[in-house]
């Protein structure tokens, strides 16, 4: 499930330097010809981010449909019980069957730390079990001793809670994040500009999580607001080049802006790639991935879509371009 | 050099080496420290007498008393003590030397000498509970309490613990945003799981005959026997076999206040006496005793105690397990458990298990070795970023050495204000490194971007500086909006991710962006 996504890394840690080394170049005719379609064709480009958020939408409603709930959740959000065990075992399947025999009524899910063909730990979660039942029947099959396995029970009540609790934190990380914002730049035009294109990454990034079969666990909400953070750090920096001090005209406030722009992203993007490759941990490894690909959904919706919103109030305003 | 003579002129630079010398002093670290570190001393053990306690929660991990030679063996590791102890003779004097002082006692037993320990920290960076393996419990109260009646709760609780024999024990209290009150405890190092039980009893002991109350648990008990001599398995009863296993008697003796005794002496005198077969004589009703309204045993009471005082009373209960020596450790561990709520006396309120964790130590090593690898490679994946993207070798100098003071400084933030360090507070940390890294670029930028453009000439260079600082603050402002509802959320599960996730941006704007800012004028100035 994460195979998909580790190829996108791939792709972006070695596309990214060309793309700066091209903006960064004396213009060649291609690249030209891109950066007149990209600051003419502005609008048409809005398309993209919109596309996806749709898309996003349709699939989040689509898993709403078939499980009454739009995001899927693991045991820490939503209460059961989480057993990680620090061994290899070569029978997967095996396992999963004995365990599905065992307890019909209980939901179960395993996971595998390490590779597929080098199983270097398991992750057995579960809701409707009795703890001690579900570790008794686990030992059957595998060698448990008191130190090579942790045990995490969440109790329902507290996990609901817990999810509807970080819920209103995303929320009040919106509303704070929004004064700051207009504090700093009294334009309630590009806040609203910043908060959207935020919420675009947030909701476009859900989707895809959806489609690679991620459930989201409380690390995984951390991300998302880390997410906001950074998401509106790239907003900030465009809002700052084209409201605040302009000198340019607008092609080149914009460019200088992105340049910027895209090497925090290269640079988020390369230490979070890192990480998720090679990090042992569920929790961390979760985390990274929703910051992998929020990033690159971030730079489509605050260079293309936070650009267009800000470029079309300059226009209506100011009849720039 | 003069470089350097002009950085060293610069108080933002004399900022940022003092708080880098002052994070060196709070961590502390020794990667060359030998020896095993006391976790618990049990109370009336050898050990105890001999003098030496158990470290205060409060104490920092780098100067809690570590065990250095026994018998002038040196003592490396917890397996070396392990091995030391157990092969030592009975009945000799031990000679243990640790880092404060030198302790002699008689040996006698592994368990007479009550030690427990663990491997000697390196640092004084505390490890949350999913880095260093242990137990957590969170409870919620069945109702809500007032501030005064939480801090009874907890100190009761504490006392439970303390009277169980465990330590290096962390009990809070802790609320979420809709106001539910919760009680975690946590316990280092090991797996205890069956402390989770004892917590969660509110531990309401009452003794009756009859309908009458004659004491309770806590006020009316004065002593609670716990030697060997007074109580342990049943040797009358002792275990018996059963179709599915073994069952297992205990006994331990009790004193009861004046007050109770009397009380007790009332109401046996109002009862009648019968025999059985054997002619021995009892009153006609038991003494029944409740455990958390659940009535756990019924006691014969002689004949002979009939209208009398008598503070002494026998306690009995008992345990089951698949073989005999689960059934014995089962009554075992109900008697301690039962010992410890007479002793402590009862919760205020009735409490749910709402969550326990029992995390491994050996999986909470490799995550943690894991996360320096990561951290260390990440820092290496930017710099090449960064790299490439200037084209100078020397501009990601001075962000490198910002990125790893910035780590150094987060860690040492939160050894200072006591903040354990777990899994979510590592996310935390590269979180405040990504921002670091991307105020460094806003920076750079405005530093080398204007050096091109025409109107560079205009802009002084505090100028530049005061523009990429608008950005920079901007951003730091939006962080902390976005972390600090996460503070008070959902039992303060996800707080070590705020924590370290504040601390790092406001060291980072407040202490080491000034000082990047000088180092790149110090670069790009000496052209």
Known sequence: ?321 | MGKIKSLLGNWRIWIYLVFFVITLLAINPNPFIEGVTIRTVASNSSAFNAGMSSPSPSDAPMSRERIEKINNIPVKSVEEFEKIISNFPKNTTLTIKTSESTYSLLFTSKEKLGLSVYEAPKSNIILGLDLQGGTRVVLQPEKKLSTDDMGILLDNMKRRIDVFGLTDTVVRSSSDLTGNQFIIIEVAGANEEEVKDLLAKQGKFEAKIGNETTFLGGKDITYVCRTAECSGIDPQQGCQKYAEGYACAFRFSISLSKAAAERQANITNNLGVSYNQYGEGYLDKPLDLYLDDVLVDSLQISSELKGSASTDISISGSGAGRDRSAAIKDAQQNMKQLQTVLITGSLPVKLDIIKTDNLSPSLGKEFLANAILISFLSIIAVTLVVIIRYRRVKIAIPIITIITSEILLILGVAALLKQNLDIAGIAGIIVAIGTGVDDQIVITDEILGHETEKDSKYLSWKQKIKKAFFIVFAAYFATIAAMTPLLFAGAGLLKGFAVTTIIGVTNGVFITRPAFAEMMRALIEEK
Do not use: C
């Open chain 1, 1 to 321: 499930m994460y195979r998909l996504s580790v190829s996108i890394i791939f792709i972006n840690r070695t596309l990214f330097p060309r793309i700066l080394v091209k903006l960064g170049s004396k213009k060649s005719e291609s690249g030209n010809r891109v950066k007149d379609f990209y600051i003419k064709e502005y609008k048409k480009l809005f398309l993209i981010p919109l596309i996806l958020f749709l898309i996003s939408g349709a699939i989040l409603f689509n898993t709403y449909n078939k499980t009454g709930e739009a995001i899927r959740r693991d045991v820490s959000l939503k209460g059961g019980i989480s057993v990680t065990i620090n061994l290899g075992y070569d029978d997967m399947p095996g396992l999963e069957k004995f365990l599905f025999d065992k307890f019909p009524d209980s939901s179960i899910h395993l996971r595998t730390i390490g590779s597929t063909n080098n199983v270097a730990g398991i992750i057995i979660e579960a809701s409707d079990i009795d703890e001690d039942a579900l570790i008794d029947a686990i030992k059957e099959k595998i060698t448990l001793t008191k130190n090579n396995y942790s045990v995490e029970t969440m109790g329902s009540s507290l996990g609901d809670s817990f999810f509807k609790q970080m819920f209103v934190a995303v929320l009040l990380a919106f509303v704070s994040m929004g004064v700051v914002f207009q504090i700093y730049f009294k334009n309630i035009y590009a806040t609203l500009a910043a908060l959207f294109s935020a919420f675009m990454d947030i909701f476009i990034t859900l989707g895809i999580m959806d489609i690679l079969g991620v459930r989201l666990t409380a690390g995984g909400i951390a991300a998302y607001l880390m997410l906001i953070g950074y998401s509106i750090d790239t907003s900030i920096l465009i809002s700052t080049k084209l409201l605040k001090d302009r000198t340019d005209e607008i092609s080149k406030a914009i460019f200088g802006a992105m340049k910027t722009g895209f090497t925090m992203s290269a640079a988020g993007i390369a230490a979070t790639g890192v990480s998720f490759l090679l990090t042992n941990n569920t929790t961390l490894k979760q985390i990274m991935l929703i910051l992998i690909v929020g990033l690159i959904i971030d730079l489509l919706t605050t260079w293309i879509g936070n650009v267009a919103f800000l470029r079309y109030y300059l226009e209506k305003k100011h009849g720039q371009n």
